[in-house]
């Protein structure tokens, strides 16, 4: 798509753009979301549904992760897969961006599993180790530059194991594009707390929305290959997702 045609999709002016291309732009917009989480849990409440990823056991299962393997949940959120895993004896290390997130999820384990919570920002922290299985449930679409988004995919690909998989869902029915505006992530709207179903002014955050063409591309372009993919209506909070299962595009 050219600059012209995809600045008329998304309502915005070629100027903006070049801005974003320019990174004249506040690079910290996506951490807005621990600002949303702090608004939240000041008032008492949770953000996420409590309901598990379905789809995070059934790759388990279909490819035989063993509770001995090494585990990563990239972006855990309050840590609904993290900790049942944890539960269930499997080796997890459960990583977010959000400080305030993190010590709710030491919380909600109650402190059982302080240790495999930790706060990581993989924009800009280094991890030295690599894993069987790496998830991610609803975060790429939080990171809306392309660096970022590309940073997040080059860090999968540079932290699974020769023969390991990744499971990645992300917002999107495979056609519908989106993109917000991050200079106003830390902006307070009223929106509707997921847990609950209550309205609260909070920070409106960040979010890309891509189709399938462009999500396969950014994989590939980043040294991975699809395994599987499907859309999927049972993530939590979402109507549809985009979900796939990459390799190493070694291999």
Avoid at 10 to 16: A, D, H, V
Avoid at 74 to 94: F, P, Q, W
Avoid at 140 to 147: I, P, S
Avoid at 168 to 174: H, K, M
Wanted: hydrophobic share 35%; with cysteine.
């Amino acid at each position: 798509m050219k600059k012209t045609e995809f600045c008329e999709s998304r309502g915005i002016s070629e100027k903006q753009f070049n801005s974003w291309e320019n990174n004249e732009l506040d690079k910290n917009y996506y951490k807005a979301y621990e600002k949303r989480y702090s608004q939240v849990y000041s008032n008492n409440m949770l953000w996420s549904a409590k309901e598990n990823t379905s789809h995070v056991l059934e790759c388990i299962k279909n490819y035989k992760i063993s509770k001995k393997s090494k585990i990563l949940d990239l972006g855990c959120g309050e840590g609904r897969d993290a900790i049942c895993l944890l539960n269930d004896g499997y080796n997890v290390m459960a990583v977010d961006y959000s400080h305030t997130v993190i010590e709710k999820c030491k919380e909600l384990s109650n402190y059982k599993y302080n240790k495999s919570f930790k706060q990581f920002d993989l924009i800009n922290d280094k991890m030295n180790c690599k894993f069987d299985f790496i998830y991610s449930i609803a975060v790429l679409h939080m990171f809306v530059l392309d660096e970022h988004r590309n940073k997040f995919l080059s860090f999968i690909r540079e932290h699974l194991k020769k023969e390991g998989i990744c499971l990645i869902c992300v917002l999107g029915d495979g056609e519908r594009e989106y993109v917000s505006n991050i200079n106003e992530a830390f902006k307070d709207i009223k929106r509707t707390v997921m847990n609950n179903n209550t309205e609260l002014e909070i920070a409106t955050t960040s979010c890309k929305i891509v189709n399938w063409e462009q999500l396969e591309y950014e994989i590939l372009k980043n040294d991975l290959k699809i395994d599987k993919k499907w859309i999927s209506n049972s993530i939590p909070e979402f109507d549809n997702s985009m979900c796939v299962v990459v390799k190493r595009g070694d291999l």
